[in-house]
């Protein structure tokens, strides 16, 4: 990281930030909730080192950008918006731009290269020692700890001990200041698959999985601080696995778990593997009050063989067996899902099966994507066979058809009395995961029954009612 910063700025200028506002930053992230989850995690000890929320990067002392690198598009998304702030640094040198996480990890040395004005880059790997990275980063920035109380002494808790209490703290759970009505809780970090187009095991190592007693304290502060609904969140999130007072703890003794919480309205989670999907998981859900009926379940592909090519370690078979129990001991659950198309040597018919899985799973919503090849992955070195032209196409087909189901799903809710959880004074999302609008302004962060009067194209309309 030597090398990479720009010089110590000036006293002066650190005494305004003192005196007149604190220093504002700006967080951009790119890619999945895991990627949304990380930036809030990692923008947490800047806020707790005095930095407040800038509502626009003009506005920004500093900008962290958590980058993808799951598809070409989001790395491709990524570089660009790096080297588009380059006239941002060059308005103000003493402005800090870091870019973290999955691109970063992977591009880290040619973006020190290509992007001279990016001050810190930290690869997805290495989040949990973000705290004291950023640490030294920062100490380094406005020489330590003399600054460090002169410029930040106005955050609750700074004193002599602050950067040692705030640094050593792990970087998991750091809270970032407000309180949403919905926030994430990372489970585990990585992921034991090798599917074989992912790059993400490549980025981010294997599974390593967070203490129950961190989890269940980051989501009682939480909720303590405002949070009514949680979403846990890992790549294969339900292969958790834990100890507790010497007992063994899976993914469903953790719903069990943190379905206690104190004042936790709705608990989530992100994304199952359908591989781990058991009879106990699913009993789980089925009892557990908080727990929600929307299952996120990628699928990927409709034919067994691009399944086994995939590496996903299930048949459609299998697959769709599991949706049904989950269907039978679940009332009204709503299954969502992720597709690819255009995978190497992917024929028309076996694309066809794609579509039929779709209609025999009618999912309320499905994110399909053109097959990517992603560096060092196994099916990179396989030809990129099905032409572009044609996996458009295919993806065209399967959003249409995806898109027809999610209309039939919102078309069915017209009629009902639904409990919503307000996330704006006239928006928020069911139970099951439709978002909703309506007529009067409510108070947020509370369940109304909204009856549901229409349905546009992926949001329900309604007016709130007396009950359900
Ligand atoms: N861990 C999750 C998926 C994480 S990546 C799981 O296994 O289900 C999110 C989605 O991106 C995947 O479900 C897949 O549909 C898509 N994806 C991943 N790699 C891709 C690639 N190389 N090309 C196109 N889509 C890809
Ligand atoms: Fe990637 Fe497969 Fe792991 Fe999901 S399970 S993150 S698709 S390797």
């Not at 009505?181 to 698959?193: E, K, L, P, S, W």
């Not at 703890?249 to 999907?277: A, C, K, W």
């Not at 996330?423 to 609008?437: A, Y």
């Amino acid at each position: 990281m030597q090398g990479l910063l720009p010089e110590k700025i000036e006293m002066s200028s650190l005494a305004e930030t003192a005196g007149k506002r604190t220093m504002r930053l700006h967080t951009i992230t790119l890619g999945c909730q895991m990627s949304a989850a990380d930036g809030a995690e990692m923008s947490g000890p800047l806020y707790k080192r005095g930095f407040s929320a800038a509502d626009s990067p003009q506005n920004a002392d500093a900008i962290l950008i958590n980058t993808c690198t799951v598809r070409q598009h989001a790395e491709d998304r990524a570089v660009s918006l790096i080297g588009s702030l380059k006239p941002w640094k060059n308005e103000d040198p003493n402005r800090v731009l870091i870019v973290t996480g999955c691109a970063a990890e992977r591009l880290g040395e040619w973006i020190r290269k290509k992007f001279p004005h990016v001050d810190l880059i930290v690869g997805a790997k290495s989040i949990e020692q973000f705290p004291e990275i950023v640490e030294e980063t920062l100490n380094r920035r406005f020489d330590a700890l003399s600054e460090n109380r002169e410029a930040f002494g106005a955050c609750p808790g700074a004193d002599a001990g602050l950067d040692k209490e705030l640094f050593s703290s792990p970087v998991l759970g750091a809270t970032a200041p407000g309180a949403p009505v919905a926030d994430f809780v990372t489970i585990m970090r990585g992921c034991n698959y090798s599917c074989s187009y992912c790059i993400v095991p490549l980025v981010r190592g294997r599974e390593h999985y967070r203490p129950v007693e961190d989890i269940l304290e980051e989501a009682r502060r939480k909720t303590a601080a405002g949070v009514k609904e949680i979403t846990l969140l890992g790549q294969t999130v339900n292969s958790y696995s834990s100890t507790r007072e010497g007992r063994k703890i899976n993914f469903s003794g953790l719903l069990e778990l943190v379905d206690q919480t104190p004042r936790l309205q709705r608990l989530r989670f992100m994304s199952p593997h359908p591989y781990y999907v058991d009879d106990r998981m699913i009993g789980a859900i089925a009892r557990l009050r908080t727990v929600c009926e929307l299952l996120h379940l990628p699928v990927q592909s409709g034919s067994d063989r691009l399944l086994k090519l995939m590496r996903r370690n299930y048949t459609r078979d299998s697959y769709l067996q599991k949706v049904e129990k989950i269907r039978r001991a679940i009332a009204g659950v709503a299954i969502s899902t992720d597709f690819i198309v255009g995978f190497p040597s992917e024929t028309e018919e076996e694309f066809a099966q794609t579509l039929s899985l779709v209609e025999i799973l009618r999912p309320v919503c499905a994110y399909c994507f053109k097959y990517s090849p992603r560096e060092s992955t196994e099916s990179a070195a396989w030809p990129d066979d099905v032409p572009v032209r044609v996996k458009e196409e295919r993806l065209e087909r399967l959003n249409k058809l995806v898109d027809s189901m999610t209309a039939t799903a919102l078309q069915e809710q017209i009629g009902k009395t639904l409990e919503v959880l307000s996330e704006q004074s006239n928006f928020g999302r069911t139970r099951d995961g439709f978002k909703v609008k309506w007529n009067a302004p409510a108070p947020i962060g509370e369940r109304l029954p909204v009856k549901i009067t229409a349905a546009a194209p992926r949001i329900l309309l309604g007016e709130t009612a007396d009950e359900i």
